[in-house]
């Protein structure tokens, strides 16, 4: 059965030359606002023929990379730097950036988990459908920025994943390394089926994803690697001009290739991580103590790694409850592909 046409308008014409800043609109009737609408902030800057570049933010609520790095995109670029377009959505679930949320305040939406979308559904699935339906059909490339949150701090990394079609992986593979973060991952996904990457990438579009930091914050070393790697990113694919501009250091490789990567608690009480993250990790190793807050005199139980590697990921709050992600571990690998 075919879905109706999304309830969501632009107030930008996607075809124009020259730079656009205005809103995606999704009328909302609820007791603050009973002929409202939810205003999704987008930027279009368009020059002649050539590639689109779908560049997203805040698809989860408290990843201010992101969002701040693109915000000050949309300020900055000019339609003299394009070749082709590209359209800027720095808070794709602007409801949850507005509330400083990984979900959406108005459904409890998790706009990561929501994809492709339903236009008769929630706020959040009605945002999902019109990105799967109508934005993501008219780019090439897309590079949907993420960090930790509130909940996860993460090595600055560029990913991408392992796909049927081998010239789609090869392309979002080099779009990621090229992006120019310390490191440079293929990821695996704890639950792909209904992420905005699979979204973009079963439409056979290039998709890179990031995570840049994290702990609810943004620092300047995580702004200034997250907009390097934007500018690099326009660069790679033809977008604007000029030079990629690489890490000092030597880029790290890492994989995931399956979810034992993932360590999650199976307790509640109060984490003690013993590593940094960055740090090496070696098969067997105690990564964390979870002490019981109920009592005192009672030992903690250790975490011990299941592989070697590095310390890729690590849960920011000190507080565990059973089934938080605890760590994940990324083994170091010589090439990625």
Known sequence: MSK???PISATVDFDADGVQHGFLKLPISNDESAWGAVMIPVTVVKNGEGPTALLTGGNHGDE???ITALLKLANSLTADQVRGRVIIVPMMNTPAAMAGKRTSPMDGGNLNRSFPGDP???V???IADY???VMVPMCDVVLDLHSGGRTLDIIPFAASHVLEDAEQQRQALEGAKAFGAPYAMMMFELDAAALFDTAVESQGKVFVATELGGGGTSTPQSLAVTERGIRNFLIHFGLTAGELELPVAPQVYLDMPDASCYVQ???TGLLELTLALGEAVEEGQVIARVFDLTRSGAPPVEYRAGRSGVL???RFPAQVNM???IAVIAEVVDSLG
């Open 4 to 6: 109706r046409p999304s």
């Open 64 to 66: 201010y990379e992101g």
């Open 120 to 122: 008769d559904g929630t």
């Open 124 to 126: 959040t699935e009605r």
């Open 131 to 133: 990105f799967t339906r």
């Open 265 to 267: 608690s199976e307790h």
């Open 312 to 314: 890729a990921a690590r």
């Open 323 to 325: 089934g938080d992600t």
